[in-house]
């Protein structure tokens, strides 16, 4: 067959792998970008003992392979079955997209922490004393001054933590979900034909591509306050008078 | 003369960090209208002092109360957040970086603190903050971020920010130590005209012009104690110690 038969033929399941490629990395990175905020904060500011816990998990994660900590949940809940019956979380594991999605919401939300962690290290201490010299609250402070700093300079590291993701989500294919690439394995499994596996690789690519776009967008709307200097160089008029 | 207020009232303030003691007992007064100008080589402790005022840093021992209400301390921590928070927020500060939050336009600096933290309106923030802009001369420069300003600017939006809050009292800590000299005048200036309305200020400075001119009284700090206090007047023609004496000679 040539490529573009294969494409004629089996593009709906194509398509239908590639939206579960994108809820997969989307609803985990999500879920980690709701928890990572709050691990963050935690890895800047609380005492080392309080912290240990977080530091053990976020070295594990990220010196282990994320195929291996699939495997560690997809096939270590089905090791502790009656457990997991008993609480009544059965129900949840027995689903592999489940499994894959909290594998990759845990990897994902260690290693969003520890770039947030670095923006929120580089927040300037000034603004931060200028925003309680004023009278805001701790939690006011984080969300006025804080967040707004940290994910502005952590923001081009998250975007590349996404993109890696949803290429990792490629691994659910291995507990059989059938994202993109489980699609495309299934596909050659029938045609033994690799060409599928090229129409795969250009729909990732494609993902990615709009992904960037998108996330540049953001990036801007973020940096305004930065680029505003550039931008309005020769533009702004000379200074007029402006003593009072 | 009417009885005037006592805006803040500092007593005995210490302040140590880790072993070292930098403060070593400071008591000062400020009454409405007053402005009080702090003096001092670096390392004497004034801008702790300054900083003690709205607990930026927590004083060690010592107590400050802001109109009558003083600010408690326990385990060397504001015993009430919140308490603290309300009375900070009735004290205005200036700072030498003038920390103007980089991310929001001049307007939205000025906007801040009575929209987060007085809950105004926005109509009602926004107004007020055209007319605080107008007031320090920045009227076209609403809109802009502190990056596109000059230092002056900045200090003068900052000195606007702190006035929106409508403090009871604005402490300025070295406000034109970061500028260039020519710039120092436009945000002199503001402040001469803030001290002229009546404003109650506190004023960590190095600009014996100032302290000398407009202050109504000048307070002389060394190695963490008060060592001259009085009127610029008098300090300034006939100091009593010799290392005041060495201080404005220096500095003249």
């Known amino acids: 067959m040539n490529p573009f038969e294969i494409l004629a033929q089996y593009w709906p399941r194509l398509m239908d792998g590639t ?17 990572s905020p709050g691990l963050a904060l935690i890895r800047v500011h609380a ?21 291996a900590q699939l495997f ?9 079955r009656p457990v997991l019956q008993e609480w009544g979380l059965w129900s949840f594991f027995r689903d592999p997209f489940n499994c894959a999605l909290l594998a990759f919401a845990l990897n994902s939300t260690a290693y969003q922490t520890e770039i ?71 596909i050659f499994s029938r045609t033994f034909d690799f060409s599928v596996y090229l129409w795969a690789a250009l729909i990732y690519l ?30 702004v008029p000379p200074l007029k008078e402006t003593r009072p | ?27 000062l007064q400020a009454k409405t209208h007053d402005v009080i100008s702090i003096l001092g080589s670096s390392g004497s402790g004034k801008s702790t002092f300054l900083r003690c005022l709205n607990f930026l840093e927590t004083p060690t021992s ?52 009575p929209i987060q933290v007085k809950r105004e309106t926005r109509a009602e923030a926004r107004d007020k903050a055209e007319a605080y802009l107008q007031r320090v001369g920045l009227e076209d420069r609403m809109h802009m971020y502190p990056s596109q300003l000059s230092g002056g600017q900045q200090q003068r939006v900052a000195i606007a920010r702190a006035l929106a809050m409508e403090p009871e009292a604005i402490l300025f800590d070295e ?8 710039l120092v005048g436009e945000v002199l200036k503001v402040m001469k005209d803030l001290a002229a309305e009546g404003r109650t200020m506190i004023v960590v400075t190095h600009e014996m012009g100032f302290a000398r001119e407009v202050s109504s009284e000048v307070v002389f700090l060394n190695e963490g104690r008060i060592a001259e206090q009085g009127s610029p007047g008098e300090m300034f023609t006939d100091p009593k110690t010799d290392e005041f004496r060495r201080f404005i000679a220096k500095a003249m």
């Not at chain 1, 969300?143 to 700093?149: G, I, K, L, Y």
């Not at chain 2, 209400?69 to 603290?84: D, F, L, S, W, Y």
């Open chain 1, 116 to 186: 947030l962690r670095g923006g929120i290290i580089g927040v300037p201490r000034g603004e931060i004393e200028a925003a309680r010299a004023i009278g805001m609250s701790r939690q006011k402070v984080l969300r006025r001054v804080v967040f707004p700093h940290a994910y502005r300079m952590s923001w081009p590291a998250l975007g590349n933590e996404v993109i890696l993701l949803m290429k990792a989500s490629a691994l659910a294919s291995v507990v059989t979900v059938f994202d993109l690439m489980g699609r495309s394995r299934q």
């Open chain 2, 175 to 182: 406000p034109t130590s970061a500028l260039d000299p020519e």
């Open chain 1, 19 to 35: 939206l579960m490629t994108i809820k997969l990395t989307l609803l985990g990175a999500f879920i980690a970008a709701l928890v």
């Open chain 2, 62 to 113: 010592g107590t400050v109360t802001v109109h009558g209400e003083e600010i408690m301390v326990k385990n060397g921590k504001p015993q009430n957040a919140r308490h603290m928070e309300t009375i900070r927020a009735r004290l205005g500060m200036v700072f030498q970086q003038f920390n103007l939050w980089t991310h929001r336009t001049s307007l939205e600096n000025v906007m801040e603190g």
């Open chain 2, 1 to 27: 003369m009417t009885q005037r207020d006592i805006i803040v009232q500092a007593d005995d303030i210490h302040k140590s960090f880790g072993t070292v003691e930098v403060l070593k007992g400071i008591s």
């Open chain 1, 47 to 67: 005492l080392p003992i309080a912290q240990a816990p977080l530091r053990l998990y976020i070295s594990f994660v990220r010196g282990s392979p994320i195929l």
């Open chain 1, 72 to 80: 560690l949940i997809f096939y270590g809940s089905g090791q502790f």
């Open chain 1, 206 to 235: 494609c993902i990615t591509a709009i992904f960037v776009l998108l996330w540049r967008q953001a990036e801007r709307r973020l940096s305004r306050h930065i680029t505003a200097r550039d931008k309005s160089h020769g533009t």
